[in-house]
């Protein structure tokens, strides 16, 4: 359904993205995840038809976004990062008057508009003025501006922003639904979010794609490099440096205020057994021993803040980060 | 409804929201009546002055005595007002990142360009409507020639439809509505200077252009009463060109 090949855009001399190159399948929740100025919107853009890419191209239900812009925006409901609504006007006013600029006739909306309403709930604010609503309350006109004239492809900008915990419940499930008959891309900083809702992440950090996969691959595919957390009552002087001579193991967080001890080892390598003797041989109490598994925020973290991937060892800044 | 025309009403509607509309207009009609009362007030001290030359009641000529001043004093109120009229135009679009909507739904740029110029030509239009009212009182003490009225009222439209435009292009080419509001005025003022330059420069084929560049020769001749060919495709292709230019700048926006 959606199809980008190596795209590269360029504002002067910065370099937004670089060689994004993804593909949706038609029914497909797919997120966008990654930091702030990551490249999210950019890529966004270029899909909505709002932008060119400087290089490569992006194709939408086979229209290509740079040469039939008015095939591709008639297939697409898009949600920017800042919802467009106009504040002068009522929120029954501005959903008729995206319905017409999306060509939809008075019959579409008559039939559409309510269902709409109905389905982000903006049935209590439908003829107040966009101006006096709440951040939540805009948010979601966007989205129903977004979705108003049933567009086979979804583009949401952080649909979730400012909304209520209960309120980003509902258009998860409103998503969630809309999945399967219609395609969606939504971007978000949220980890829980995009395993909510989606089948497919991209990290994307620095205007490049570090990962692709299921949510649950990606942290699999990262839990070999397995942590551990030790507990050991009273312990000795040094003990930090004293885990280190242990081979496998890579590194050694030294607990703030006692506590646990965070144990990262090399890959593949399972050392609780030896680390459970030489706790026990020299006499300390063994309190705890467990390994931790990684979160997608570790994942995301991880992808994010170096270069080396997946493949490849953190160093302890992202743990430090990663426990914050 | 097509989507031009849904622009064209909700421009309209929003405009008619902000007191800015509001405000443009009561300052625009109250000067074009403090400037039709001189005028008339002026033509009343000059009957009186032929009675008593004359010794008997003249016939004064309102047109030149009341319409002509009061048409030529308008196009500086014009200056002045209409940039405000259409400083909002693209320079909010752009600040509420509503222009994001605007450029990705599946309308073309031209029917955004057009949609935005007729919504603000139709409510300086009423602007203008609204001026009518002296004439309409003139006529019932007085009785004057209607053909150079309506020719008048032709070059007010035409030349605040180029106006317009040109506000349209300085609203699409910044975010900041005071910048959009005083390019456009210094735009006009320069244009219209073109008229004074190509005077001091003689009659010469160069001159001729220059003055011909500056619509207040056009302006002049249309509220004489002349409708010429010339002048009509001056305006129409000035309003033209600079819409074409709004729609380049506007493009040019998906290039940055």
């Excluded at chain 1, 994004?20 to 853009?45: D, H, I, Q, W, Y």
């Excluded at chain 1, 008729?96 to 982000?120: C, H, N, S, W, Y």
């Excluded at chain 2, 074009?32 to 000529?61: D, T, W």
Aim: charged residues 20%.
């Amino acid at each position: 359904m959606i199809d980008v090949q190596n795209i590269t855009k360029r504002y002067g001399d910065r370099t937004a993205i670089e060689r994004v190159s993804f593909s949706v399948t038609k029914g497909e929740v797919l997120a966008f995840l990654g930091p702030n100025g990551a490249g999210k919107t950019t890529t966004m853009r270029i899909l909505t038809c709002f932008m060119p890419a400087t290089e490569g191209t992006a194709t939408v239900d086979g229209f290509d976004c740079f040469e039939q812009p008015t095939d591709v925006k008639r297939r697409i409901g898009y949600l920017p990062e800042t919802p467009p609504v106009y504040q002068e006007l009522t929120v029954m006013e501005y959903l008729t008057f995206v319905g017409r600029l999306k060509g939809m006739t008075g019959a579409d909306l008559r039939r559409r508009l309510p269902l709409v309403i109905e389905q982000i709930s903006l049935g209590d604010v439908r003829d107040r003025l966009i101006a006096n609503l709440s951040r939540g309350y805009r948010q979601r006109v966007g989205l129903a501006q977004a979705v108003l004239h049933d567009p086979p492809v979804l583009i949401l900008d952080e649909p979730t922003v400012g909304l209520d915990p209960k309120q980003i419940i509902e258009i998860r499930e409103l998503i969630k639904s809309l999945a399967g008959s219609h395609t969606v891309i939504l971007s978000t900083h949220i980890l829980p979010e995009a395993t909510a809702v989606c089948q497919r992440v991209v990290i994307i950090n620095d205007g490049r794609i570090v990962a692709v996969d299921r949510p649950e691959h990606l942290s699999a595919r990262l839990r070999r490099s397995e942590k551990l957390s030790l507990t050991v009552k009273a312990p000795p002087p040094y003990f930090a440096d004293r885990l280190r001579g242990i081979p496998g193991i890579v590194n050694v967080t030294e607990p703030e205020h006692g506590g646990a001890y965070l144990v990262e080892c090399a890959l593949g390598r399972d050392v609780r057994d030896e680390l459970a003797r030489f706790v026990v041989t020299n006499g300390w109490d063994l309190l705890e021993l467990k390994t931790i598994s990684m979160s997608l925020e570790d994942v995301f973290l991880r992808l994010t803040q170096h270069e080396d991937g997946i493949s490849e060892r953190s160093d302890g800044s992202a743990e430090r980060e990663a426990r914050a | 409804m097509t989507p031009a025309q849904a622009i064209v009403a909700k421009e309209l509607r929003s405009a008619y929201s902000s007191p800015i509309i509001y405000v443009v207009a009561a300052v625009f009609l109250l000067i074009f009546g403090i400037l039709s009362y001189i005028a008339v007030v002026n033509a009343g001290v000059q009957a009186i002055r032929l009675m008593q030359i004359q010794g008997l009641a003249a016939k004064i000529n309102l047109n030149d005595l009341v319409f002509r001043p009061t048409f030529y004093s308008t196009s500086i109120i014009l200056l002045l007002s209409l940039p405000i009229l259409t400083m909002r135009a693209f320079a909010e679009e752009r600040k509420l990142r509503t222009f994001e909507l605007l450029m990705t739904s599946p309308v073309g740029i031209n029917e955004i360009v057009a949609g935005k110029f007729v919504a603000v030509l139709l409510t300086y239009t009423g602007m203008l409507a609204l001026t009518g009212v002296v004439p309409v009182v003139l006529a019932m003490f007085n009785s004057f020639d209607w053909a150079p009225v309506f020719t008048g009222y032709l070059g007010l439209l035409l030349m605040g439809a180029l106006f317009l435009s040109v506000g349209l292009f300085a609203s699409a080419v910044t975010e900041n509505q005071i910048i959009a509001a005083f390019l456009s005025f210094g735009i006009l003022l320069s244009v219209w200077l073109l008229g004074a330059m190509g005077a001091i420069l003689g009659d010469t084929p160069v001159a001729n252009a220059i003055s011909y560049l500056s619509f207040i020769e056009h302006y002049d001749r249309l509220v004489r009463g002349l409708v010429d060919t010339k002048d009509l495709v001056y305006f129409i292709c000035g309003i033209l060109f600079m819409l074409f230019l709004t729609h380049r700048v506007v493009e040019s926006e998906r290039w940055k």
